[in-house]
């Protein structure tokens, strides 16, 4: 029998409407606390959830607490599983409460991380100032190097029985760089010992958990900002973090101790979201793919990092078809100039809201070497490509003609300013 399609589970799995007085929508559950039927099972119910003893088969699991459970955090993380085909999922306040529960969870005092560059600036903020300050060690290593490379690289710290976890982040923020899951998946059973355990994780947050399916390709655990696609309209804060069973209940527990789990609220505005995730991520990719090929041919515009434009005799092309399923709707691309050149262009857009953010339904627009990875060591910033001419756009719903018309609009303002500096420029050498 052939399983039903995710985005139509999204609708209704995990509630049933008799339960709820035959509410199609599950409502809100804006409650702090529940009521136990008796004191034996509130008892029970406490064995389970602090981990006493294991759940019985026939055993159903009731609220205890929305620091520990809801009904809308509940079946919000049954509906997002089945997008991943994950055990289970756990929700946050947002994406970096996800990411640094992660760390937190799986790397202690004198432990090592090895991360792909560049991250999201708040993820590597965390990983060389938080994590730093606790005595936690890092690698970084970049797209362009080798299996061999990267084991190189952790053997010649001294530090390669210290590797506790593999961070990922791919398509890399801003870049679009792609980094081999598999790759690194075997990177992690190179290091593991019969003793030690090694966890890959893999920031999954520019292609949603439409287009990409980590866990299938060796990773411990998904992570996302839910802020971005899953929640798509810009108006709440949210993570998830997805994998099997048993590593899921040690990023719950962390949870339920550091209390950062995501509110009623959040949650049935997430399951609202889910319900057009795929048809928005979808028509987000269509017009994306019009827009990289516009830029591509623009002649102030030096390059465009877009999976659609990539060369298909090239590795990352190989990458991109092992591990993806649409080129997506980010779109990174370097404009003629410098951080002037680049502002000018920003300051022009009249549709495309300068924002830092991305996969809402509006299109966002974003100027990254100065402003979410301004905390970056510059040096760095500019060698992994971050450089004060490159631009970042997040894709939306808007008509793509009229997308395409605003972006040319800003490309000639920035061309027509160009011209008169240059113009003023040789006036002042002829007048001296």
Known sequence: ?????????????????????????????????????????GKAFFEVAYGLREKQPDEEMGMIYSRINNPN?????????????????????????????????FLKPGDLVLFSQPVYGGTDHFINYCL??????????TADQSF???????????KADR???????????????????????????????????????????????????????????????????IGGHSDLIAGAVLGDAETMIRI??????????????????????????????????????????????????KKVHYL????KDSKDYSIFKKQYTSPGAMIAFEIDGNESEAFRFLNHLQLIKL?????????????PASMTHAGMDPELRDKIGITESLIRLSVGLENHEDLIRDIVNALEMVKSENNSINTLERQLVKAY
Not at 10 to 35: D, E, H, N, R
């Open 1 to 41: 029998m052939k399983k039903t399609h995710p985005e139509s589970l999204m609708m209704s799995y995990g509630y049933q409407p008799k339960q709820s007085a035959g509410a199609i929508k599950a409502p809100l559950f804006q409650t702090s606390t529940f009521a136990f039927q008796s004191a034996e099972e």
């Open 73 to 105: 955090l509940e079946i919000l993380e049954q509906r997002l599983s089945l997008w991943d085909k994950a055990d289970q999922c756990a929700v946050f306040q947002s994406g970096m409460a996800a990411i640094s529960t992660v760390m937190l969870e």
């Open 132 to 141: 730093k300050d606790m005595n936690v060690d890092s690698i970084g290593f």
């Open 148 to 158: 061999d490379e990267i084991i190189d690289l952790v053997e010649n710290s001294g």
């Open 163 to 229: 590797l506790s976890l593999i961070y990922v982040e791919s398509p890399a923020n801003p870049t679009n760089d792609l980094f081999d899951i598999e790759m690194c998946s075997a990177i992690k059973s190179y290091f593991e010992t019969k003793d030690k355990k090694i966890f890959l994780a893999v920031d999954n947050t520019f292609m949603g958990p439409v287009w990409s399916s980590p866990l299938e390709l060796g990773a411990d655990l998904v992570i996302y900002s839910a802020t971005k696609y």
């Open 252 to 301: 719950k527990t962390l949870r339920t101790f550091l209390g950062n789990m995501a509110s009623p609220h959040t949650c049935w505005l997430l399951m609202r979201s889910l319900e057009t995730l795929k048809v928005r991520m979808e028509q987000q990719a269509r017009n994306a793919q019009a827009i990289a090929k516009f830029l591509n041919n623009h002649p102030i515009v």
């Open 308 to 311: 659609g434009l990539l060369d």
């Open 355 to 367: 924002a830092v953010s991305l996969g809402s339904t509006e299109s966002l627009v974003q100027h």
